[in-house]
T-cell receptor, first 114, second 114 residues
Framework: DAGVTQSPTHLIKTRGQQVTLRCSPKSGHDTVSWYQQALGQGPQFIFQYYEEEERQRGNFPDRFSGHQFPNYSSELNVNALLLGDSALYLC?????????????FGPGTRLTVL | GENVEQHPSTLSVQEGDSAVIKCTYSDSASNYFPWYKQELGKRPQLIIDIRSNVGEKKDQRIAVTLNKTAKHFSLHITETQPEDSAVYFCAASIVASGTYKYIFGTGTRLKVLA
């Protein structure tokens, strides 16, 4: 049973570019959350998707957008990249029912913006 | 607002001593509190969790306590070993829109000195 997977592992972009990160949830999970973890900080909640819609959103600008596909996989898009967007981007999945509270994290995508 | 405070930010202990990390949360509706261990460049790994209907939970050398009235929860590691050195994050589950997200603390860098 595969856990949460993310791609790519590492990514280097320049300011102003756009990036797309991908996540496949753990088998049986239907909800995907994205977190941004800057160096030396705790993960910060970006947004969450289930039933192919954004359900919750943290304090992130509209440059951050996402999508969820019918197979529950998800993408995180960031436009007009800033140096401050450099971080580890973590995807976490869980199943909405039964309501168990546990989330499972992927290995992350390390984004570097130059 | 939604907030989790974590202290201390760094903690150095001698091998074999105990380590205690404390967190305070703001949302009184939170009912699930996981603790994660994160090694450099890796994903957060769940090490122990506690639900609001329980005051204490123990798993070998690791224990977590919860005081819902004070909105405090703590991680206790006994008989520390060099391999316990890592960054530890507490989190509180926030329920909204029929699902939940995590609010993380800022992390504690634990160094176990041999």
């Amino acid at each position: 049973d595969a856990g949460v997977t993310q791609s790519p592992t590492h990514l280097i972009k320049t300011r102003g570019q756009q990036v797309t990160l991908r996540c496949s949830p753990k088998s049986g999970h239907d909800t995907v959350s994205w977190y941004q973890q800057a160096l030396g900080q705790g993960p910060q909640f970006i947004f969450q998707y289930y039933e192919e819609e954004e359900r919750q959103r943290g304090n992130f600008p509209d440059r951050f957008s996402g999508h969820q596909f019918p197979n529950y996989s998800s993408e995180l898009n960031v436009n007009a990249l800033l140096l401050g967007d450099s971080a580890l981007y973590l995807c976490a999945s869980h199943q909405r029912q039964p309501f168990l509270d546990e989330q499972f994290f992927g290995p992350g995508t390390r984004l570097t913006v130059l | 607002g939604e907030n989790v405070e974590q202290h201390p930010s760094t903690l150095s202990v001698q091998e074999g001593d105990s380590a205690v990390i404390k967190c305070t949360y703001s949302d009184s509706a939170s009912n699930y509190f996981p603790w994660y261990k994160q090694e450099l460049g890796k994903r957060p790994q769940l090490i122990i969790d506690i639900r609001s209907n329980v005051g204490e939970k123990k798993d070998q050398r690791i224990a977590v306590t919860l005081n819902k009235t004070a909105k405090h929860f703590s991680l206790h590691i006994t008989e520390t070993q060099p391999e316990d050195s890592a960054v530890y994050f507490c989190a509180a589950s926030i329920v909204a829109s029929g699902t939940y997200k995590y609010i993380f603390g800022t992390g504690t860098r634990l160094k176990v000195l041999a």
